[in-house]
T-cell receptor, first 112, second 113 residues
């Protein structure tokens, strides 16, 4: 089955540590996205990538970094510079021809 | 500024009752409009989308939405709610070529047996 996988589902880290969240898709989509979800705030775009080896900052990129070395993979690193990293993180992908986004199951990150 | 407003944070309906979830947008270009549903701790699933054409759009799980340009609205409706519809619903607006959505803050639906 085609889809988007995110791992792990739950992640715990100590304050000051960097952590990388995985996102893989086998939908052959060109575009991939990372969102952050906090209660009552909807989804906010962190980074997005339209093609391999290219990505753009979204609305809340500070304290995050990404790479897009392969079409199917778009990992997100939450750095120690992110002031409040505890949140639910969602990865999505879409084709270039349409704007319909498909979402992964999410990773809940808790920083202790 | 571009924005999406979902005025109702919480809605409670009885099973079998009709449902309407409101969505208003402010967007300079011709919008693409979406409704997504999210169960607790899960990702988002697309219910329906509007790009152009017929302003009444049918989606999955018996949902429909109507695009009203004059009111800048894209309200989601279901004639008879099932207990399994309890979830959070998000309206989103995008545009061809931008690759960026704007999401509303969501409406949490509770269904009473």
């Amino acid at each position: 089955d085609g889809g988007i996988t995110q791992s792990p589902k739950y992640l715990f880290r100590k304050e000051g540590q960097n952590v990388t969240l995985s996102c893989e898709q086998n939908l052959n989509h060109d575009a991939m996205y990372w969102y952050r979800q906090d209660p009552g705030q909807g989804l906010r775009l962190i980074y997005y990538s339209q093609i391999v080896n290219d990505f753009q900052k979204g609305d809340i990129a500070e304290g995050y970094s990404v790479s897009r070395e392969k079409k199917e993979s778009f990992p997100l690193t939450v750095t120690s510079a992110q002031k409040n990293p505890t949140a639910f993180y969602l990865c999505a992908s879409s084709t270039r021809g349409t704007d319909e986004q498909f979402f992964g199951p999410g990773t809940r990150l808790t920083v202790l | 500024a571009q924005s999406v407003t979902q005025p109702d944070i919480h809605i409670t309906v009885s099973e079998g009752a009709s449902l309407e979830l409101r969505c208003n947008y402010s967007y300079g270009a011709t919008p693409y409009l979406f409704w997504y549903v999210q169960s607790p701790g899960q990702g988002l699933q697309l219910l329906l989308k509007y790009f152009s054409g017929d302003t009444l759009v049918q989606g999955i799980k018996g949902f429909e939405a109507e695009f009203k340009r004059s009111q800048s609205s894209f309200n989601l409706r279901k004639p008879s709610v099932h207990w399994s519809d309890a979830a959070e619903y998000f309206c989103a607006v995008g545009n061809s070529g931008t690759y960026k959505y704007i999401f509303g803050t969501g409406t949490r639906l509770k269904v009473l047996a």
